[in-house]
């Protein structure tokens, strides 16, 4: 994370966390990594890959590298590489992805694209409300 010998942070490995007893309103712009164990209400872009954990919930759409769900996520969802819905999760949205991975016990309702990793993605969600 910190590099020492030339005194910078290299925000590609930072991690962003929103704890349970927190409540984010209004879009998020997370430049390294994010995990979300409170409330977001409000798009999340930039990120280089998103967690919802089990108590998560987010109502907005979430752009990033990678996104995995284990809470619930109302909006949808972008992203260049990967999107997992695991057990118990709840997805109400739309997907965009080269890969999607959903574990038995996951819920989505909405419909996927799965599409090379070649568009930027948070040009994707820009001007897009939460469904």
Same mark, same amino acid.
């Given at each position: 994370?910190?590099?020492?010998?030339?005194?910078?942070?290299?925000?590609?490995?930072?991690?962003?966390?929103?704890?349970?007893?927190?409540?984010?309103?209004?879009?998020?712009?997370?430049?390294?990594?994010?995990?979300?164990?409170?409330?977001?209400? $409000? +798009?999340?872009?930039?990120?280089?890959? %998103? #967690? &919802?954990?089990?108590?998560? =919930?987010?109502? @907005? /759409? *979430?752009? !990033?590298?990678?996104?995995?769900?284990?809470?619930?996520?109302? $909006? +949808?969802?972008?992203?260049?590489?990967? %999107? #997992? &819905?695991?057990?118990?999760? =709840?997805?109400? @949205? /739309? *997907?965009? !992805?080269?890969?999607?991975?959903?574990?038995?016990?996951?819920?989505?309702?909405?419909?996927?694209?799965?599409?090379?990793?070649?568009?930027?993605?948070?040009?994707?969600?820009?001007?897009?409300? !939460?469904?």
């Amino acid at each position: 994370m910190f590099d020492a010998k030339e005194g910078r942070f290299d925000s590609n490995e930072s991690m962003t966390l929103i704890g349970e007893e927190a409540y984010v309103h209004g879009q998020l712009a997370a430049k390294g990594s994010l995990r979300v164990e409170g409330s977001v209400e $409000g +798009d999340i872009t930039d990120a280089v890959s %998103v #967690e &919802i954990g089990k108590k998560g =919930r987010v109502k @907005g /759409n *979430v752009a !990033a590298e990678t996104v995995s769900i284990a809470g619930e996520l109302e $909006g +949808d969802v972008v992203a260049s590489r990967t %999107v #997992e &819905i695991l057990a118990q999760a =709840r997805l109400h @949205g /739309n *997907v965009r !992805a080269p890969n999607l991975r959903v574990e038995d016990g996951a819920f989505f309702e909405g419909t996927c694209t799965m599409r090379g990793g070649d568009e930027p993605v948070a040009a994707s969600v820009k001007g897009r409300n !939460a469904a």
